[in-house]
T-cell receptor, first 112, second 115 residues
Framework: DQQVKQNSPSLSVQEGRISILNCDYT??????FLWYKKYPAEGPTFLIS?????DKNEDGRFTVFLNKSAKHLSLHIVPSQPGDSAVYFC???????????FGTGTRLKVLA | GAVVSQHPSWVICKSGTSVKIECRSL??????MFWYRQFPKQSLMLMAT?????????EQGVEKDKFLINHASLTLSTLTVTSAHPEDSSFYIC???????????FGPGTRLTVT
């Protein structure tokens, strides 16, 4: 039972364009969401987070949107850079647990 | 700030032996640490939650007698894979909960190969 899903295993985007990574969840108790970036054989690196009381959070080139009614969140990267090429995981946590359930990841490739 | 280290970064061991992996929070105290494993091309799977000074809480399906977790101090948690078998070969990652309860900082991971 995959509570957090990233249906696109891979995505290719031209440098300078927008990258949109999507994430869907099934558990309505999730109230905090994170996006992580991961390179092979390394631990995940935190990118951006969003609480369920918000529908948007922005940090530089990264923006996360949350649609609670659709149980959907997305990460926008603008403009995309070759260094952004990595696997991106979304993760969700239910109130008070502080445990994160990770999605399956999307491999982003930014083409120069 | 908020650096988490893991040691060793990779280890090869023979089937039947035990392996200990250390996870340290270098510049902050972590009352709670988490252990994950990741199979190739799959997601991070939470194995257990490690709380300083108390027993770890294991996720469903994770054998607590096989994956021994000790969180003896506010900066160190250890995972011992006992009587390792080839199917235990995986990438093990720890994380530490930061000052904000929802923050979580990850270590670089440990690649375990059991021959």
């Amino acid at each position: 039972d995959q509570q957090v899903k990233q249906n696109s295993p891979s995505l290719s985007v031209q440098e300078g364009r927008i990258s949109i990574l999507n994430c869907d969840y099934t558990n309505s108790m999730f109230d905090y969401f994170l996006w992580y970036k991961k390179y092979p054989a390394e631990g995940p690196t935190f990118l951006i987070s969003i609480s369920s009381i918000k529908d948007k959070n922005e940090d530089g080139r990264f923006t996360v949107f949350l649609n609670k009614s659709a149980k959907h969140l997305s990460l926008h990267i603008v403009p995309s850079q070759p260094g952004d090429s990595a696997v991106y995981f979304c993760a969700a946590s239910a109130e008070g647990t502080y445990k994160y359930i990770f999605g399956t990841g999307t491999r982003l490739k930014v083409l120069a | 700030g908020a650096v988490v280290s893991q040691h060793p970064s990779w280890v090869i061991c023979k089937s039947g032996t035990s392996v200990k992996i250390e996870c340290r929070s270098l510049d902050f105290q972590a009352t709670t640490m988490f252990w994950y494993r990741q199979f190739p091309k799959q997601s991070l799977m939470l194995m257990a939650t490690s709380n300083e000074g108390s027993k770890a809480t294991y996720e469903q399906g994770v054998e607590k007698d096989k994956f021994l977790i000790n969180h003896a101090s506010l900066t160190l948690s250890t995972l011992t894979v006992t009587s390792a078998h080839p199917e235990d070969s995986s990438f093990y990652i720890c994380s530490a909960r930061g000052p904000h309860p929802y923050e979580q900082y990850f270590g670089p991971g440990t690649r375990l190969t059991v021959t």
